[in-house]
T-cell receptor, first 112, second 107 residues
Framework: DSGVTQTPKHLITATGQRVTLRCSPRSGDLSVYWYQQSLDQGLQFLIQYYNGEERAKGNILERFSAQQFPDLHSELNLSSLELGDSALYFC???????????FGEGSRLTVL | GQQVMQIPQYQHVQEGEDFTTYCNSSTTLSNIQWYKQRPGGHPVFLIQLVKSGEVKKQKRLTFQFGEAKKNSSLHITATQTTDVGTYFCRGQGNLIFGKGTKLSVKP
């Protein structure tokens, strides 16, 4: 158990819909990262937050947005969903900007 | 940011054979981390290397950091079916992981 909690574990929705993925970081960790992993692909970095502020942005689509709340949990919002958005979305946390990342078990999104 | 290239992308071995994956950077890395993702699982941190030429061992796994701190390797001796998974490297401070090496082991 990494201490990072992601919900929901599985989500099936239709094209054009909007979903929200939630992540609770490990206790005490200030940084939250979101990664997208399509089938048999690597980890595509989406976005990082540190103590409520956006720290870095990767290849995140304009249809996607995220935020980190004062209690440090984070949400990733995916809108106008397309078939290609089907993937495993991982949240990871770390104490700061360096150090090891602790990954949650992921949220598997299926867009039909 | 710093990019890391991993080779090979896939490796199929017979159980008992050795396995090595390599991680290369065009720039000097302050440190490097290795992660393992089992099929259907999430990435799990294995180790961090910091010093030039550093070698660390975890049972059958040997991790090396190059002298120039631009490359690293993970070597598994006598692979077992439990070693199956994808191995990723990550340069410190780098938000981007290498593409990973997917290891399959034939019993």
């Amino acid at each position: 158990d990494s201490g990072v909690t992601q919900t929901p574990k599985h989500l099936i929705t239709a094209t054009g819909q909007r979903v929200t993925l939630r992540c609770s970081p490990r206790s005490g960790d200030l940084s939250v990262y979101w990664y997208q992993q399509s089938l048999d692909q690597g980890l595509q970095f989406l976005i990082q937050y540190y103590n409520g502020e956006e720290r870095a942005k990767g290849n995140i689509l304009e249809r996607f947005s995220a935020q980190q709340f004062p209690d440090l949990h984070s949400e990733l919002n995916l809108s106008s969903l397309e078939l290609g958005d089907s993937a495993l979305y991982f949240c990871a946390s770390s104490a700061g900007g360096a150090g090891e990342l602790f990954f949650g078990e992921g949220s598997r999104l299926t867009v039909l | 940011g710093q990019q890391v290239m991993q080779i090979p992308q896939y490796q199929h071995v017979q159980e008992g054979e050795d396995f090595t994956t390599y991680c290369n950077s065009s720039t000097t890395l302050s440190n490097i981390q290795w992660y393992k993702q089992r099929p259907g699982g999430h990435p799990v941190f294995l180790i961090q290397l910091v010093k030039s030429g550093e070698v660390k061992k975890q049972k059958r796994l040997t991790f090396q950091f190059g002298e120039a701190k631009k490359n690293s390797s993970l070597h598994i001796t006598a692979t077992q079916t439990t070693d199956v998974g994808t191995y990723f490297c990550r340069g410190q401070g780098n938000l981007i992981f290498g593409k990973g090496t997917k290891l399959s082991v034939k019993p």
